[in-house]
């Protein structure tokens, strides 16, 4: 980890010494010596703070869109044509994939340090800046609470779910920490109409928490800062990831893999499985 703590300080710095980019999107250290927090680098001097170990999770693509992103402010005169450097993980590689896909942004607007782990993602970074193991003991954990779901009676299954979700608090933290949820006004905040009603009950709970499920829909690459961020610990990840799983089986696609595919929305095919159609 120190390596790679090193390798980004050193290429932040070359980068900024040398005028190439108006900015680093990273990690420092936050308020204890266990936790890491996104930081924007902006000069030679603040890159010393820059750091990679384990507690560096968040998906930095977060903090270049939506209404506080980086890309919503007009750069000034000298930085107008400069592209943003971003630390990378893999599931952060995969987000920029599919954000440049939503038409975000443009590959050229990035200058990417990647953090690899053997795992596929449609990018070619512009310079890899460290390697860490994948996390295949979790991804198995995962896949196994999937399949012992599924093998579940639809009645069975609706009973999980209602007890997860009943126990939502509607603080919105996954919302607030997901890349992909950059619309400028949320279904959850609309009054006229009102389609979610703002009251934590077990109904309008189920209506939150589906609504955002669909919305990810073939989008989520699947990070699992949601679920690192909700207070309540419902396992989100499980319902964000079974829908992904479910694209794929039907499309054959998997958000952030392939940068020449389309998302499934956005095309159609002879070949595409109609079988949902009664």
């Known amino acids: 980890m120190e390596e790679i703590t090193k390798k980004i300080q050193d290429e932040a710095r070359k980068l900024l010494t040398e005028g190439r980019v108006r900015a680093v999107v990273g990690y420092r250290r936050g308020w204890s010596s266990e936790v890491a927090t996104p930081c924007f680098v902006t000069t030679e001097g603040g890159t010393d703070r820059l750091l990679y170990d384990a507690s560096c999770r968040h998906n ?3 903090y ?11 750069p000034t005169e000298e930085e ?8 990378a993980r893999p599931e952060t590689q995969r987000t920029l994939v599919a954000m440049i896909k939503e038409k975000r942004f443009v590959r050229s607007d990035l200058i990417v340090l990647a953090i690899n782990d053997g795992s596929q993602a449609g990018l070619e970074p512009d310079m890899e800046v460290g390697r860490i193991e994948a996390d295949n003991k979790g991804r198995e954990e995962l896949q196994a609470k999937i399949e012992a779901l599924d093998a579940m009676e639809p009645s069975e299954r609706w009973e999980f779910w209602k007890e997860e979700l009943s126990k939502c608090i509607r603080c919105y933290a996954c919302r607030q920490v997901c890349p992909f949820c950059y619309c400028e006004r949320c279904i959850a905040d609309e009054n006229q109409p009102q389609w979610i009603k703002k009251a934590p009950t077990t109904l309008s709970n189920v209506s939150w928490n589906i609504v955002r499920a669909y919305h990810l829909t073939g989008r989520c690459t699947e990070c699992g800062e949601c679920e690192r ?3 309540m610990d419902i396992p989100l990840s499980l319902l964000n990831t079974k829908l992904a799983m479910s694209v794929e ?5 998997r958000a952030g ?4 595919a389309l998302p499934p929305m956005f095309e159609f095919r002879e070949d595409d499985n109609d079988e949902f159609i009664l």
């Open 60 to 62: 930095l693509a977060k």
């Open 64 to 74: 270049l869109v939506g209404r506080e992103g980086l890309f919503k402010f007009a």
């Open 80 to 87: 107008e044509n400069l592209p943003v450097a971003i630390v």
């Open 229 to 231: 961020a909700c207070p």
């Open 249 to 253: 089986d039907a499309f054959g696609y």
């Open 257 to 260: 893999i392939d940068a020449e």
